[in-house]
Nanobody
Framework: VQLQASGGGLVQAGGSLRLSCAAS????????WGWFRQAPGKEREFVAA????????YYADSVNGRFTISGDNTKSTVSLQMNNLKPDDTAVYYC?????????????????WGQGTQVTVSS
C-alpha cells in the first residue's frame, strides 16, 4: 500500500486547510486510516483516525472540535479538514494506514506511511 499526502501550506492563525491522502495498492475494509504530525524537536503524535468499515472516528484532545477526518473508501482517500488553526498545529502531517489495528491512536499499530506534508500556521 502506498500513501500520498497533499494539501499542506502556510496559513494564518484562525484559518483552515484540508489535507488529503490517496492510497494505492490493495487495501481492506478492516483498515484504519490515521493522521499524525511531527513538529520540530518533538515526537510524532496522533491527530485523528477513522475506521474504514464503520466510519468510527478518533481525535486527539488538542484537535477535537477543530479537525474533522473523513474517508471515501470507493476512492481510497482520507481527508483531514483543519479549522481554526493555531501556531501549535505547525508540523509535518503524515497519513498512515493500519491493518485492523487494535488501538487506532497508537503509532506502533500503523503499517504504512505517506511522505508527509508541511503545515505552517503563522500568528
Amino acid at each position: 500500500v502506498q500513501l500520498q499526502a497533499s494539501g499542506g501550506g502556510l496559513v494564518q492563525a484562525g484559518g483552515s486547510l484540508r489535507l488529503s491522502c490517496a492510497a494505492s495498492g490493495r487495501t481492506s475494509s478492516s483498515y484504519i486510516w490515521g493522521w499524525f504530525r511531527q513538529a520540530p524537536g518533538k515526537e510524532r503524535e496522533f491527530v485523528a483516525a477513522i475506521t474504514w468499515s464503520g466510519g468510527r472516528t478518533y481525535y486527539a484532545d488538542s484537535v477535537n472540535g477543530r479537525f474533522t477526518i473523513s474517508g471515501d473508501n470507493t476512492k481510497s482517500t482520507v481527508s483531514l479538514q483543519m479549522n481554526n488553526l493555531k501556531p501549535d498545529d505547525t508540523a509535518v502531517y503524515y497519513c498512515a494506514a493500519a491493518r485492523g489495528a487494535a488501538a487506532a491512536t497508537y503509532i506502533s499499530e500503523y503499517n504504512y506511511w505517506g511522505q508527509g506534508t508541511q503545515v505552517t500556521v503563522s500568528s
